[in-house]
């Protein structure tokens, strides 16, 4: 876990490097829209839940606002603003428990776009930050642990988003798109010090998205 922090910085100073490395485009392309999918969702636990799922079930909602804007070839920037559902399952003898965690979460993202002008694929990787603005819990908890089942300590999330995707831009009626994405946090939901039960327990995810973009046009 000390190394995602090195790693998202590469990985982000190595993505704007190639942004300032490509031609401008003599017209900027500046979309608004939304979007709307669905999410397999879980967390990691060290140590570990052992009754815990490998995936939430069921899938659980996600949506939200989008901005982008594309200045030069190849690359652009996307901001997004999200209602997310994430949490975990257990099952098992005497433990049916699902634990629903409720976010609002805004990614910063570098758009990287490739193919002809109306059939593109693409690919989605930045940072994200974002707040657990509702708690929910259903079933029965496992009697025989308890740490898992204590309220949230940490509600504020950060952490980083990748998608892989392909869009369809037309002539008069504005962009469809369909996008896979993963989202991985780094901060922990529990407290993680030394004398904590859990060294981290970090929520992940796993979504399919359907967005549709307006392109608003510029002289």
């Not at 982008?68 to 070839?73: D, E, I, V, W």
């Not at 940490?154 to 995707?165: I, N, R």
Request: proline share 5%.
């Amino acid at each position: 876990m000390k190394y995602n922090k090195l790693i998202l910085t590469i990985a982000l100073f190595v993505v704007s490097l190639s942004i300032v490395a490509q031609p401008r485009l003599r017209r900027p392309e500046i979309y608004i829209g939304g979007h709307a999918g669905v999410m397999a969702s879980s967390m990691i636990f060290d140590p570990e839940v052992k009754a815990m799922e490998i995936l939430q079930s069921p899938l659980s909602a996600n949506g939200g606002l989008m901005f982008r804007y594309a200045g030069h070839k190849v690359c652009a920037v996307q901001v997004e603003l999200n209602y997310m559902q994430r949490g975990w399952r257990e099952t098992g003898e005497n433990v049916n428990y699902r634990r629903q965690l409720e976010y609002i979460e805004i990614p910063f993202l570098m758009h990287l776009y490739f193919g002809k002008k109306n059939m593109r694929g693409f690919l989605n990787l930045g940072p994200q930050i974002g707040y657990c603005i509702r708690d929910t819990e259903y079933g029965t908890p496992n009697p025989n642990d308890k740490y898992q089942y204590e309220d949230i300590q940490h509600p504020f999330d950060w952490g980083a988003a990748g998608g892989l995707g392909l869009y369809y831009r037309t002539n008069n009626i504005g962009l469809f798109q369909l996008e896979a994405r993963f989202n991985y946090s780094f901060s922990s939901i529990f407290d993680n010090g030394t004398n904590d039960h859990f060294k981290f327990a970090t929520p992940i995810g796993v979504s399919i998205n359907f967005a549709y973009l307006w392109e608003l046009k510029v002289k």
